[in-house]
């Protein structure tokens, strides 16, 4: 198993900034990936975090937007820039072998 | 992409069995269907996965029919802290990085 830790765990951001999550997992993981949750709805994902290389974007999501970066096994960062109100999620890290383990989630409020 | 259908909420009364089911009439042959749940404002949770036999651990049991296009998720005596989002995932091949990808899944409310 792995256990995933989340910072910050929830923010409320003004629109046009940046916010930085971090996610750190206990153990070395092959893969990691995040994930949003927008309000009443199920996860989407958003990239895989490749270590020491660009992340792999599903479609609809590009790198401008969310910067992802993974320096280690066990570290991760998304980045969400140039925040609008439609960012307000739930932004959730999973590091991923045979089973998907999820960290709690950070909780995003854009005004 | 998702790959399953599930309906979209069940009831299930307190001390009975919830019996979830799952369409994955696409699946291939070297995919898994894994089950999680995710109760409110936590994130999701491993319930149980199965490849072609029904499997059973402390938290449930997975019934997938023969020809594995569908499956159903037991939790054989329901309590009030399993009312949650219960999502049915096909994956392939851990080994070559397929993804966890969640389709709309089930809310199931447990009522007393």
């Known amino acids: 198993s792995a256990v995933i830790s989340q910072k910050p765990s929830r923010d409320i951001c003004q629109r046009g900034t940046s916010l930085t999550i971090q996610c750190q997992v206990d153990?070395?993981?092959?893969?990691m990936f995040w994930y949003r949750q927008q309000p009443g709805q199920s996860l989407t994902l958003i990239a895989t975090?490749?270590?020491?290389?660009?992340?792999?974007?599903e479609s609809g999501f590009v790198i401008d937007k969310f910067p992802i970066s993974r320096p280690n096994l066990t570290f991760s960062t998304l980045t969400v820039s140039n925040m609008s109100p439609e960012d307000s999620s739930i932004y959730l890290c999973?590091?991923?072998?045979?089973?998907?383990?999820f960290g709690q989630g950070t909780r995003l409020t854009v005004v | 992409d998702a790959k399953t259908t599930q309906p979209t909420s069940m009831d299930c009364a307190e001390g009975r069995a919830a019996n979830l089911p799952c369409n994955h009439s696409?699946?291939?042959?070297?995919?898994?269907v894994y089950w999680y749940r995710q109760i409110h404002s936590q994130g999701p949770q491993y319930i149980i996965h199965?490849?072609?036999n029904n499997e059973t651990n402390e938290m449930a049991s997975l019934i997938i029919t023969e020809d594995r296009k569908s499956s159903t998720l037991i939790l054989p005596h329901a309590t009030l802290r399993d009312t949650a989002v219960y999502y049915c995932i096909v994956r392939g091949n851990p080994n070559t990085g397929n993804q966890f990808y969640f389709g709309t899944g089930t809310s199931l409310t447990v009522i007393p």
């Open positions: 696409t699946i291939s042959g070297n995919e898994y």
């Open positions: 153990s070395q993981v092959t893969m």
């Open positions: 975090a490749n270590q020491g290389s660009e992340a792999t974007y």
């Open positions: 199965g490849l072609k």
């Open positions: 999973s590091a991923q072998n045979f089973l998907a383990f």
